[in-house]
């Protein structure tokens, strides 16, 4: 009987114990899991400037996704020293906003692909307001030795092909920033602007990007709504088209700002009770946060 409480005294200390060291290893490999799954989600930009380029691959191969040397165009002049580490990145096309048009009668006209759920080409059409390039992540070099103009690096990750040509920016550690303390009295209303890969008839766990970011006061693991108005239309016959009258809003899905930039933002599709197309409105959830 004594040897069967003594063993139920340590099967509970045990478990203590477990409470004690264990969340600190959850909450690394979290962290490690948020990066391995986001920090290719890429964003939009109008204003980032590279700081250098990758010139060369070794052995002149045309792409690398492993340790090969590579060598890029910034050195001891810029300040360069071993063991720094840079993102590599590309553009993707030039990303106009699905809904909100240039204004003045005299806008641009050109030929462009708006993306509202499926693909359709306008030509001669008014382009819609521009938000910028969508940035693709390569992967992230180290460099290995400098030299005054040239130096060399080696890939330590990879998200996809890393080519000549490709662009620099210094690697910032992609987290989960999320903040302790959420504010709750935001009024933040935008649109989802584009999608990771051009993807259509989006669902949980699709990237996509928002034209509101921290310049709106949008901050990590802020949550929004993702709505559409239908309407009710009634035909008149001395009218060309339908009287439509707006129903309320109805809510399709949420999403979860996991980047933010000067005036976009990345977010990720946490819950979608239908499919989430490019232009749908969106809105702060102030119910998500306590208080």
């Known amino acids: 009987m004594k040897m069967l409480i003594s063993l139920g005294f340590l099967f509970v200390s045990i478990l203590h114990a477990g409470v004690f060291v264990t969340p600190p290893a959850w909450g690394n490999d979290l962290k490690t899991v948020f990066e391995k799954k986001y920090a290719n989600a890429g964003f939009i930009a109008s204003d980032l400037v590279p700081v250098g380029t990758i010139i060369q691959l070794s052995e002149q191969r045309l792409t690398t996704s492993g340790p090969d040397e590579i060598f890029v165009d910034i050195g ?70 400098s030299g005054d103009k040239v ?11 890393i080519e000549t040509g490709h662009l620099l920016t210094p690697y910032k550690k992609f987290e989960d920033q999320t903040a302790a303390f959420p504010e709750t009295d935001k009024s933040i209303e935008g649109y989802i602007v584009a999608s990771k890969g051009d993807r259509i008839g989006l669902k949980d766990d699709d990237i996509v990007y928002i034209d509101k970011g921290w310049e709106d006061n949008v901050r990590s693991g802020d949550y929004f709504e993702v709505y559409t108005i239908p309407t009710l ?3 008149i016959w001395y009218k060309l088209e339908p009287e ?22 990345t977010a990720i599709v946490v819950k979608s009770r239908t499919d989430i197309v490019i232009g749908n409105p969106i809105r702060f959830k102030h119910s998500h946060h306590p208080g």
Not at 250 to 255: K, P, R
């Open 76 to 145: 001891k002049r810029q300040g360069i020293k071993k063991g720094d580490r840079f993102t590599v990145y590309s553009l993707d096309r030039y990303i106009y906003h699905p809904v909100l048009q240039v204004g003045g009668m005299f806008a641009r006209a050109e030929k462009y692909t708006r993306r509202t759920g499926y693909p359709s080409r306008e030509i001669m059409s008014n382009p819609g307001k521009p938000v910028g390039h969508r940035v693709v992540i390569q992967g992230v070099i180290e460099i290995i030795e």
């Open 151 to 161: 130096s060399s690096a080696r890939a330590v990750k990879s998200y996809d092909s």
């Open 233 to 235: 239309e009634k035909n």
């Open 244 to 265: 439509k009258t707006p129903l309320l809003p109805f809510v399709q899905g949420e999403i979860k700002i996991i980047d933010t930039q000067k005036k976009t933002a």
